[in-house]
């Protein structure tokens, strides 16, 4: 057995790795947000904790049966990044996809780089420094080969698995040279050949399978859920039913008679803003969970509900439409929007106020970590975004060394954002603390858990305002939000969107209107603001592109060719002179505002949708765009409205440009998997609260998209790939246009404007 690099097989799986953000993280988006603001000198990358490595010492070895070993340092949530980072690696390195093998990173970013997935990102901060690793690799390689044959290395090559010296007709396989290679400096960054667009294999091509395809379509991935250890025990939480209460009395008495319950562990009240504390409460350890659960409904506790018990969904509703109507903070002036709107006559003002209620990830696995103590230690098994924020929290916990916290990072059923934020391994930590050494405890949420406990993604009212001359030219555009922040995750009290948030499709909007102003509302948040996937974007393209189609009715226009108009010709805009300093912490000479790349979309999602063509009576076909996380999307939803106003969506064409398509059956697993989201969002879902309670439990009340209601047409269109480009995000940009989308839609069908979400059906009169 040998390896390209000093690293035994046994040895690389039991020890070497002990080594997995949205510009997001227990440090993320809005330490990000923060730093970014305060020193734009850094981008990408280095705005992130750990940055990148780009050491194949740290991600490949090579068996002596040519068996390629790649390490996927970042966590799979169904992105498909355990395939594409590593398919980068084997192309560049001339390996054979079907000889690689891909195993999972333990929590270790100074030997990985960043390991948050968050923030669609993998591929944007990874794709060179992955390149670089493959060709590192394969120069090695070569390089063994030549000093083997003595035969100048530029006579040899490296083709799928071998070297190859053409003068000789000699070949050598990966195995054959992995030891001497593994003796071999690495070569330094500036003398890496990289390979030429033309010589790739996989990058691009669109024909590898995702590496956990076959077991999760046939039930046979492990995810964090389906941890089995010797000697388990498992726990449940009754955690307060209000952010920020607390358990007056607990009477545990009757819980501790359950049979199979073992012991009561009380989870501390968190204190100050709640970043990722747990939320307190009691936690219920039994020998199994059906005990842990009926132990937890036996508990007798009488709980202070602290200052969000009067949270109520409708009433602050009302507050947002307050605030939406007032002079708020400014995030972007240019021209004098307030003036031209007080002097336009009242036939050439437009308002319109759109509202998005609070949303729940729903991940299919709820939050789930298992964590054992003992001699100093702990060992951590998880479904996480990001463990580094895990191993950080249960090091903080445990008063341990963070290198003396080992965090298995599982597959994720789903993660949207959520499993970012270790609370849940927090809580497994305190609990593993009270038991006797060398427990392993599984801490489980159920579905109910996780919808009523979740950092949900914000409530909103956005108020547009507009004044269009006689020639149908907007001449003003007010754009008002009124939504809590992510930042009071962080910092008590916070108020009103911060930079990153309004960069989010509000004040980045790249239209050509002499009078622009964008402005913030401070309104306070009564539970737990956190990301979610596409975060701000949400809202601001929901009111933006719903608003832009009524200017355009209004102004008797099709709606395509007013959007286009609107966006102008194709030029890139630095967006700094949008007021955007932010740009996805991008820098903006790398990441500028591409108008061409944005009717790129728009013109490929129309084409794709037959855009202008008769529709049957109640079909109409509505159109949305956005530019979020450095990507370009548009979508085309075609629907049908009954008489009974019923909402049935016959079809969705969605287009992206993504700058280079590196998976291109990923990137169109992401369209269609933000299209089912998107419209599952702005059909059916609400998280709203009553008492400071959420009044949802489970899928029953927080619908998701049924299959019944997934359209039967679902198009992608790839657009632009251009290598030259670096490359956007892939996972968040599928999902803000399609709630707007959506709606327009529905206005083409029925001549009704839907301005607040969930559409659910439209109303219509008893028979």
Request: hydrophobic share 45%.
């Amino acid at each position: 057995m040998s390896a390209l690099f000093p690293v035994s097989r046994r040895g690389f799986l039991q020890g070497g790795l002990a080594a997995l953000t949205l510009a997001v993280g227990a440090d993320g988006l809005v330490r990000s947000a923060s730093a970014a603001e305060a020193k734009p000198a850094k981008y990408g990358a280095d705005t992130m904790p750990g940055g990148t490595v780009d050491n194949p010492l740290a991600f490949v070895s090579i068996a002596s049966d040519g068996t390629v070993t790649i390490v996927a340092h970042r966590a799979e949530m169904g992105t498909g990044v355990r395939t594409s980072l590593p398919m980068v690696v084997a192309d560049e390195m001339e390996a054979v996809w079907e000889r690689v093998r891909i195993v999972q990173a333990e929590a270790n970013e100074a030997r990985y780089g960043n390991q948050n997935v968050d923030g669609s990102r993998s591929v944007r901060h990874f794709l060179l420094p992955m390149r670089r690793v493959g060709a590192a690799a394969r120069q090695m390689l070569e390089a063994a080969a030549a000093a083997h044959w003595s035969v100048p290395v530029a006579e040899v090559r490296a083709v799928q698995h071998a070297v190859l010296h053409a003068p000789s007709g000699r070949r050598l396989g990966y195995g054959e040279l992995a030891a001497a290679a593994a003796r071999l400096p690495v070569p330094a960054a500036d003398t890496l050949r990289l390979k030429a667009r033309a010589e790739f294999r996989y990058i691009g091509k669109g024909q590898v399978r995702a590496t956990d395809l076959e077991a999760i379509g046939q039930g046979q991935a492990s995810y964090g859920m389906d941890l089995r250890l010797p000697g388990m025990v498992y726990a449940v939480v009754a955690r307060p039913p209000v952010l920020g209460g607390k358990p007056r009395r607990v009477d545990s008495s009757k819980a501790l008679t359950v049979p199979g319950v073992l012991q009561v562990v009380e989870i501390p009240a968190l204190a100050g803003a709640p970043g990722f504390q747990p939320l307190g409460g009691v936690a219920v350890v039994a020998r199994n969970t059906w005990s842990a659960l009926q132990g937890r409904a036996a508990l007798e506790i009488d709980w202070d509900d602290g200052p969000n018990a009067d949270y109520d969904s409708a009433a602050y509703r009302q507050t947002l439409e307050a605030a939406a109507r007032a002079p708020g903070k400014t995030m972007r002036n240019a021209g004098d929007a307030a003036r031209i709107w007080s002097d336009a006559p009242e036939s050439a003002r437009f308002a319109a106020e759109y509202h998005v209620p609070h949303l729940a990830h729903a991940s299919m696995e709820p939050p789930v970590a298992t964590v054992c103590l003992q001699g100093g230690r702990a060992e951590v098994w998880t479904s996480v975004q990001n463990p580094a924020a895990a191993q950080s929290a249960v090091a903080a916990r445990l008063q341990l060394k963070p290198e003396h916290v080992k965090v298995h990072v599982l597959l994720l059923g789903g993660g949207f954002g959520r499993k970012s934020k270790p609370d849940f391994v927090d809580e497994a930590a305190i609990v593993a603390q009270a038991l006797p050494a060398g427990t392993p405890v599984k801490l489980v949420w159920t579905r109910e858990d996780d919808l009523q406990h979740d950092y949900l993604h914000t409530v909103s009212v956005e108020r547009l305002e507009a004044v269009m001359d006689d020639r149908a030219q907007v001449q003003s555009w007010l754009h008002r939000s009124a939504a809590p922040t992510i930042a009071s995750l962080f910092s008590v009290g916070a108020k009103g969107q911060q930079l990153f948030e309004s960069a989010m499709s509000a004040i980045n909007m790249p239209y050509r209107i002499p009078h622009v102003r964008v402005e913030t509302a401070e309104v306070a948040a009564h539970t737990r603001i956190g990301w979610f996937r596409s975060v701000a974007n949400i809202p601001h393209a929901f009111a933006a592109q719903c608003f832009i189609a009524e200017l355009a009715h209004r102004a008797g226009r099709d709606h395509r060719q007013f959007a286009l108009e609107l966006i102008g010709p194709a030029r890139s805009i630095d967006p700094t002179t949008l007021g955007d300093s932010w740009n996805y912490s991008e820098s903006p000479t790398l990441y500028p505002y591409d108008t061409g790349r944005l009717r790129g979309v728009i013109e490929a999602a129309c084409q794709g949708a037959g855009w202008g063509r008769s529709l049957p009576p109640g079909h109409g076909l509505g159109l949305a765009f956005c530019y979020s996380f450095l990507s370009y999307t548009a979508t085309v939803v075609e629907v049908a409205v009954d008489a009974q106003g019923e909402i049935k969506v016959v079809a969705v064409d969605m287009a992206i440009d993504c700058g280079p398509q590196i998976n291109p059956e990923r990137i169109r697993a992401q369209l269609e998997g933000g299209a089912i989201m998107g419209l599952g969002l702005a059909l059916s879902s609400e998280i709203s609260f009553a008492q400071g309670r959420v009044q949802q439990s489970n899928f029953h009340d927080y619908e998701v998209l049924r299959h019944a209601a997934a359209p039967r047409v679902l198009r992608t269109h790839l657009v632009n790939d251009n290598h030259a480009l670096p490359p956007g995000g892939v996972g968040e940009p599928p999902v803000p246009p399609v709630a707007p989308a959506l709606c327009n839609a529905i206005f083409a069908a029925t001549g009704e404007r839907v301005r607040s979400l969930p559409v659910r059906r439209l109303e219509r009169p008893a028979r």
